[in-house]
């Protein structure tokens, strides 16, 4: 399965959460990342979908 790569700014938007919120899940270990060349963070909107629907429930 192929997977849409977004960029941590896009990510914090999908989950309407602020980029800092986003780089604190990172550094928790709450989402998994990937690094492509070493660079920039890119998030799989796959893992960002299951990770919204998980803390939606949480959440109720």
Request: proline letters at 2%; a negative charge.
């Given at each position: ?25 990172i550094k928790q270990g709450l989402l ?29």
């Open positions: 399965m192929a997977c849409t790569w977004l960029t941590v700014e896009e990510a914090a938007d999908f989950l309407k959460v602020d980029k800092s919120t986003l780089y604190r899940y998994k990342t990937s690094r492509p060349g070493g660079h920039m963070i890119r998030i799989c909107l796959e893992v960002l979908n299951t990770f919204g629907e998980e803390s939606n429930a949480s959440t109720h």
